[in-house]
């Protein structure tokens, strides 16, 4: 059976991992590689066993590990084509390093297939759908200010949906951001708020999707309680009762989180 974790997850560093087997793929490194090294070890995985490192973008909570990470354990590195071109010019990426640029095709990874699709934020941004070795699908997408058709697209039929929960409306207008940045957030080239990430997982509930991670909550701007909260309020609202055995997991800003089966 196949599973998705993340080391850490919100404004200060994401790092996503989906495992098969002993074999797994991570997503981002945003924290260092010293944080990463170590949740993996606690987690029992050996370096040797990871097929490739998936990057979304460029922005730092998403690459901040990366230099020293790749520079010391060279595995093959995946993403946009933009963002292989940033990542070259800010000296992430060593010398000889395996990259492949991800778009309009899927690529096996080891024994993953993925396929990345674009996201709408104000760098180029991708998530990904990883067909694991053993048949079951997961979708990550991350770092959205609206869900676009081939999001919608790539999220349905998955068996786990790792989604953007980033802000609370209320929390982000009567916070301590600058005008700027509140603007930014809640663009459309931004990040999705509790109510737009609750209304797709009620939508993918309905399609007959079980599991979801609640990915990259504010610090600033939302806790695990307030886009849970709005999670199931929407479904109640919509008279939406989850089957025995689905999970809505926020996932953890510091922590390695739950294990998710799928």
């Known amino acids: 059976m196949a599973s998705f974790t993340t080391l850490y997850s919100g404004s200060s560093g994401n790092c996503g991992l989906v495992q098969c ?3 797994y793929l991570l997503i981002d490194m945003g924290k260092s590689c010293r944080i990463t090294v170590n949740a993996l070890k606690e987690l029992g995985l050996a370096l040797s066993d990871l097929e490739g490192i998936l990057v979304t973008h460029e922005h730092s909570d998403h690459i901040k ?17 933009d963002t292989l071109d940033a990542l070259d010019a800010m000296g992430v990426l060593p010398a000889g ?9 899927t690529l096996d990874v080891g024994g993953f297939k993925v396929t990345a699709f674009p996201t709408s934020h104000d760098v180029p941004c991708c998530g ?37 929960a980033n802000y609370d409306p209320y929390s982000l207008r009567n916070g301590p951001y600058p005008y700027y940045l509140k603007q930014r957030i809640a663009s459309t080239r931004g990040h999705l708020s ?21 990915c990259h909550l504010s610090q600033e701007n939302n ?11 929407t479904l109640a609202m919509a008279g ?19 294990n998710i089966l799928f």
């Open 194 to 214: 509790n109510d737009e990430c609750a209304a797709k997982i009620l939508e993918l509930l309905q399609e007959g999707c079980t599991r979801f991670a609640l």
């Open 21 to 23: 087997g002993q074999k």
């Open 128 to 164: 990904y759908r990883i067909h694991t070795p053993d048949g079951r699908v997961m979708a990550i997408a991350t770092d959205l200010g609206q869900l676009t058709t081939p999001v919608h697209q790539n999220l349905s039929g998955a068996d786990l949906v790792a989604l953007e």
């Open 65 to 81: 590990g990366l230099q020293v990470f790749l520079k010391n354990h060279p595995v093959p590195l995946y993403a946009g084509a």
């Open 97 to 105: 390093l395996e990259t492949q640029a991800v778009e309009g095709r």
């Open 223 to 233: 806790t695990p309680d307030l886009a849970l909260g709005t999670v199931f309020r």
């Open 240 to 258: 939406c009762t989850p089957e025995k055995g689905t999970i809505i997991q926020a996932q953890k800003r510091s922590q390695i989180s739950d």
